[in-house]
């Protein structure tokens, strides 16, 4: 009797605590150790490594992180890679396999994790986009074929380890990259935010400080810069991911292959050539996201005159400042219409609007010769000085100093 009843105890103390017998708070902070390492391994490996190339990565964390993505998510390398790529080429489209555009954002915050799912049984995809992905003996015979299998063994190891809550801890760990990254980064990521870059499909950036999600919260920086293994652009972002590729960089363990381009000015150039045609073209972004301030700019100049309008009413000028920062080739017609309106009462923010056209079409021109885009660059510098507005004549200085 006393035997049994010793044996009862302890098989009821084992199921309250497990073998590691931690307290409430260190149970959480293992859960947030735990579920950040995965998040890390999908956005160093998965991501900017197998996706984008950013990077490359010694074998030894390339290997440990394929593991542990194995044992908490069941994560096949194949299937994201080739999913992943797939979004960028069809971003925003029909195609894209988890767009809030085409799909709708409840669609896709809720049910991101189906929609990856759907899209991994298209041999399709996996064939055009999947390549460079690991091949070797462990891929074809343990990851692949048995990616249940990890995330099986790691709920045994969680109730062994802390007894019936392991459970919930598990449960957290299987949600943790289907809510994050399918649903919050693809479909909040499309969906809200802030755009630092005019770049052609709705990526935002969630937040200025990517940690919670290792740096995918700056999902309009990395839309803009795809290739790029940092995620932050601005002094005031922060990009977790990119604080640990440092570290294994000077560990010698990864090697970083390209981040997006930072412009050098030359204060002293007076005359556009083409170091400046060539720094203009490959910063382009910055270029029009500073050309998107010198019209806000501008329009600030201008509101005074335009609340004198009558017709003008307040929130037709808050909407169209906000248009006039927006890519004129993604406007509506009833949007372009708008503009037209607006127009008429200031011939200022006409001419910032035609301009900024102009400066787009310059790296658009595929067919024109490096001295003709030149001389198109210098013309629309001599003019944009010409203009005597202000805001327009600054950003015209500022461009002739790429270098």
């Known amino acids: 009797m006393n035997l049994s009843s010793n044996t009862l105890y302890a098989v009821l103390d084992f199921l309250n605590t497990g073998v590691a017998n931690l307290s409430g708070w260190q149970l959480v902070v293992y859960t947030l150790v735990v579920t950040h390492i995965t998040i890390a391994s999908v956005t160093i490996f998965l991501h900017r490594h197998q996706a984008h190339r950013a990077l490359d990565l010694h074998p030894a964390p390339s290997h440990f992180f394929r593991f542990w993505l194995w044992l908490t998510t069941g994560q096949v390398t194949k299937e994201w890679a080739a999913i992943h790529r797939k979004h960028h080429a069809k971003c925003e489209t029909e195609e894209d396999p988890h767009s809030p555009v085409t799909r709708g954002i409840g669609k896709v915050l809720l049910e991101g994790a189906e929609l990856y799912r759907t899209e991994s049984k298209n041999q399709e995809t996996l064939d055009k986009y999947g390549h460079g992905t690991p091949d070797d003996w462990l891929e074809r015979h343990v990851y692949t074929p048995y990616s249940a299998a990890g995330v ?171 248009l006039m920062q927006r890519e004129p080739a993604k406007l509506e017609s009833s949007q372009q219409q708008q503009l037209v309106e607006l127009f008429q009462h200031s011939k200022v923010l006409e001419t910032m609007h035609h301009m900024r056209v102009e400066l787009g079409a310059i790296w658009e021109r595929s067919h024109s010769t490096r001295d003709q885009l030149l001389q198109q660059l210098q013309d629309w510098c001599a003019r944009a000085e010409a203009s005597g507005i202000k805001s327009l004549q600054d950003f015209s200085m500022r461009l002739r100093s790429y270098a």
């Open 152 to 322: 099986s063994a790691l709920l045994v190891i969680n109730v062994i380890l802390f007894g019936v809550i392991g459970l919930t801890i598990w449960a957290i760990q299987m949600i943790w990259i289907p809510f994050w990254a399918a649903g919050v980064v693809n479909g909040l990521g499309h969906f809200w935010g802030y755009r630092n870059y005019d770049c052609n499909d709705a990526a935002t950036n969630l937040v200025p400080w990517g940690i919670l999600i290792g740096g995918e919260e700056l999902h309009n920086n990395h839309h803009t810069f795809a290739t790029s293994a940092k995620l932050s652009n601005k002094w005031y972002e922060f990009d977790i991911g990119w604080c640990y590729i440092r570290m294994l960089e000077m560990a010698g363990l990864a090697k970083v292959k390209k981040v997006a381009p930072k412009p050098k000015l030359a204060k002293d150039k007076l005359v556009a050539d083409f170091d400046t045609l060539q720094a203009v073209i490959a910063n382009r972004y910055d270029v029009m996201a500073k050309y998107a301030q010198s019209v806000k700019s501008a329009f600030r100049e201008e509101l005074e005159h335009l609340k004198h309008k009558a017709e003008l009413e307040t929130r037709f000028l808050k909407s169209s400042r906000k």
